[in-house]
């Protein structure tokens, strides 16, 4: 696990996600300028995902809409439409995950 992320257990999840997403073995040989895009885009998801259950903690479907609303565009550009989707459906899984622990 890369060191900025060694602190940040929900940023992890998300640059495991990508891992998961792109195949292993590809994620291992990309270069280290793409690998560094990965974890800022990591750390930028888990910023995302506490302002979306920070602003709308009362409806979970709202939190999913916000979501995707600001993955997407970014997550386009770096991996394409079809990754993009796959990457922000397991994000939403982790963030239910979250929220049903937190109801518990």
């Known amino acids: ?23 292993g073995d590809l994620f291992e040989n990309i270069s280290d300028e793409n690998h560094q895009q990965y974890i800022d885009q990591a750390l930028n998801i888990d910023r995302i995902v506490d302002k979306a259950v920070a602003e709308h903690s009362l409806n979970p479907q709202n939190i999913e809409t916000e979501i995707r609303k600001k993955l997407l565009p970014a997550l386009f550009k770096l991996i394409g439409m079809d990754k993009a989707k796959k990457v922000i459906e397991q994000i939403i899984q982790i963030t239910r995950l979250g929220l049903a622990k937190q109801d518990a």
């Not at 060191?3 to 792109?22: Q, W």
Request: no cysteine; net charge positive.
């Open 1 to 23: 696990m890369p060191e900025p992320l060694a602190g940040n257990s929900h940023a992890r999840a998300y640059y495991g996600v990508f891992r998961v997403v792109l195949g």
